[in-house]
């Protein structure tokens, strides 16, 4: 188990309960008639920050707060409280007043110290889940000791996120969960061992987090893992290994335009960029096509770099767009076959002036078998 104390996060959680009576200042009793739609528990970032609380109401809500370092505003039937950083180590209270017409509601609004203890929960166990449809399921199961306890889990889309790991604010999570627009957040859930859908998520890395607060303030226990989202034509970007017999090579496949066509290098160990194209059916296809790049002959003459097929007895075959190869990915999306051009034996790259081929690298034989290595970040 490892535990790191992360400074500068504060957290502002307001707990409600709703009551009736008379406008704020006036003292009454209160009995749970003005009911809160959303924001009825918040957590902010470290330097402090806003929440706002939607109550259940169509008449204006009025709002007041019992300590000067609570800000509140209000308008219709939202109020916003805002809270400064909070330098001091121990937690700071205010008590929150809203009312609307003949009801009301009282809420303890708390603000943690500024020095907060997370814990990395290493027999925790989660795991997110990824549909065909890009629908996303998180799981986080704990063990009977922690069974008992109100846990977030959060979806957060890597974008927002500089880094993770033994040094990052969790704060940043935390308040990020509260953004629908972003990212995906559950409500408090009640026992560890659960599972919470977390939507259809669009192509890119997350970051799913299970987080429960323990032994009062500015206790934390966490787990976190990291999952990505692939479009068909996502699967195919990365570095692959790729078989030609007994021989071995290495090519990258880039994005060029999405979800259209790729670049790929390393192809009979060049770096010259080859196009290929993403098919309706899922496949890249990889046609004889010219001006590749910029090279230069032992005497210096400067030559443009194209790839052609070659016919059995050798000889390029000059059809400019005829497929050469058909990269078919299969069942375990991280491996995939070649098929060639039944007319070409092989393949080679030439060196032209004028689209009159000059010079040329020899035939190559069409690879047989790939395998990806690595996602490209």
């Known amino acids: 188990m490892r535990k790191y104390i992360l400074t500068a996060f504060a ?17 009454y009793l209160v009995d749970n008639t003005l009911g809160i739609v959303s924001g009825g528990v918040t957590v902010l970032p470290a330097t402090g920050g806003e929440a706002e609380i939607v109550f259940d109401t169509q008449e204006r809500v009025i709002a007041s707060a019992s300590s ?8 219709g039937n939202a109020v916003t409280v805002t809270a400064g950083p909070n330098s001091s180590i121990e937690s700071r209270y205010a008590e929150l007043t809203a009312v609307a017409g003949d009801k009301s509601c009282s809420m303890t609004v708390q603000q943690m110290g500024a020095s907060t203890e997370f814990t990395v929960m290493d027999d925790w166990s989660l795991s997110a889940d990824v549909s065909e449809e890009y629908a996303v399921t998180v799981q986080v199961t704990v063990p009977e000791a922690d069974a008992d306890k109100d846990y977030y889990l959060l979806v957060v889309s890597a974008d927002e996120v500089v880094s993770f790991g033994a040094g990052t604010d969790i704060s940043l999570f935390l308040s990020l969960g509260n953004n629908a627009e972003v990212r995906k957040a559950s409500q408090p859930v009640r026992n560890g061992n659960v599972r919470v859908d977390a939507g259809v998520l669009g192509r890119g890395k997350y970051y799913a987090i299970a987080v429960c607060l323990e032994n009062g303030a500015c206790n934390y226990k966490y787990a976190d ?8 034509y996502d699967r195919w970007l990365g570095v692959w290994e790729v078989k030609t017999g007994d021989k071995a090579g290495s090519w990258t496949i880039k994005q060029l335009e999405q979800d259209a066509s790729v670049t790929i290098t390393g192809i009979a160990g060049e770096e010259y960029p080859v ?6 059916t899922g496949e890249i296809t990889i046609a004889s096509q010219t ?13 443009d770099v194209d790839l ?5 007895t050798g000889y390029l075959d000059q059809t400019l767009g005829k497929v050469l190869m058909t990269l ?10 070649v098929k060639s051009s039944a007319s070409n034996t092989g393949f080679a790259f030439f060196g032209s002036q004028g689209g009159v081929p000059q010079i040329w690298w020899g035939m190559k034989e069409f690879p047989d078998s790939m395998t990806k290595t690595r996602d490209l970040d």
């Open 328 to 337: 078919t990915l299969g069942e375990d999306k991280l491996s995939a076959t």
């Open 68 to 75: 000067d370092w609570l800000d509140v505003s209000f308008n």
């Open 275 to 280: 196009k290929g194209v993403f098919t309706g």
């Open 225 to 232: 893992t990291s999952f990505r989202v692939y479009y068909p």
């Open 11 to 27: 957290a502002v959680a307001v707990i409600a309960s709703c009551n009736k009576g008379p406008q704020p200042g006036e003292k």
């Open 308 to 312: 052609y097929g070659c016919t059995g």
């Open 291 to 303: 001006n590749l790049a910029k090279t230069a002959g032992s005497d210096g003459t400067e030559y």
